[in-house]
């Protein structure tokens, strides 16, 4: 098994004193707007500060730019139209030149490093008003997580002028995939969110599938098939450590995630040819049935707050998509259309249900409110499917696979509102992602 390397970065977020407040009406690009022109940003390369930082300052300013664009809020200004040029953090700024260039947000970094500790500082300025937007900010890491860093500089950008909570820094769990269509190896890795930063969780020896976060971060739950039937785990990503979490005699137990509070799991058990929803209590290890029907439940997910859960269900003869208290009882199918309903995931913003939905031979992914009015369908392909959202619910990741018998699969990921559909690079086939939250 290839080990999963801790973590080793302390991020420190201060404030840089000398910097002045911003005074004036900040840029803003609203996303719920169907289609946004893209705003111009310039991204000069961060300062050195000193010898050991100069390298490690342009490939956090390209970081950050590939954040920025590849949210297609964003467009660069390309450096070789630049007029200024930046070569001090406390140089002022030359307004004219920039919007002599057509740029409307300007960001400016410093590094330096020393031993193995990395400073970062940026400021955001507003060319259009000719003002800084907002202070600026000041992070504190080791070498090591200067991707982090960039990260979150990307993210500080990306909040101040949408108005919104990021998704750069944050990790995707998946499954990795090797080897032919009909003998494939799946083990689990994890990423960060744009496919950087590689590293494997368990090897290929036995089928896994399904991983998903804690709300922390710090552990995943997934399915694997190493006692030759599907059994839940819980994996410590740090240690790389796992425990059997659900072992029912004659049972079968998989599509596990955790509820907000990270103090419950919601899964599927299958015995006697039956599959209901149960929920278990992660202290007690107390398991609580929640459906308690002849269809096939499964692939639960809570809301944010944690009082419901929205799943998939055949009990009207087809599979559709329903909600219920999180303590189970009565559910009502929110589903509607035409086809089949699946893998249902709920917005960690609380507004929308991203599923998959099979009809008319093509797979979809597409999100709903959560009483299954306004569906909107957002992809179309011979197999798109298993949603996952962004930590501020403003982004979906999802698997496509390509038919026939040397037929792969990829992670793409598509806005909430249908835009910028895009492949995520992984070092070979990948399924089953799942977002974490904003790492801390």
Known sequence: MTMFRKLTMLVALTFASAITPVLAEPLRIT?????????????????????????????????????????ALFREIPQSAFISQVTSFASPIQYSDWRAINTQALVTGAVSVNGSSLTVKFRLFDVVTGQAQGEGLQFVGTTDSWRRMAHKVADAVYSRITGEGGYFDSRVVYVAESGPKDNRKKRLAVMDYD???????????????????????????YTSYDSGFPRIYLLDVATVG?????????????????????QTVVYSLSRGGNTDIYSLNLASRTPTRLTNTPA????????????????????????????????????????????????????PRGDLIAFTKQDGGRFHIGVMRTDGSEERLLTTSTLDEGPTWSPNGRVIMFTRETSGASGTAALYSVDATGRNLKRISTPGAASDPAWSPLLK
């Open 31 to 71: 996303i719920d707007q169907g289609q946004i022109e893209p705003m111009p940003v310039a991204v000069p390369n961060f300062i050195g500060e000193n010898a050991a930082a100069t390298d490690i300052a342009t490939q956090i300013s390209r970081v950050v730019v590939s954040d920025l664009e590849g949210s």
């Open 195 to 221: 496919g950087a930063g590689v590293q494997y969780l368990t090897n290929d020896s036995s089928l896994v599938l399904a991983p998903r976060f804690s709300p922390t971060g710090d552990r995943v739950l």
């Open 242 to 262: 796992r425990s059997l979490l659900e072992s029912q005699e004659g049972s079968m137990s998989f599509a596990p995630r955790f509820s907000p509070d990270g």
């Open 296 to 347: 096939i439940e499964t692939a639960p997910s809570y809301s944010p707050d944690g009082s419901q859960i929205v799943f998939e269900s055949d009990r009207s003869g087809g599979q559709q998509v329903y909600i219920m208290s999180s303590n189970g009882g009565e559910a009502r199918r929110i589903s509607k259309g035409s086809g089949r309903y699946g893998t249902p995931v709920w917005s």
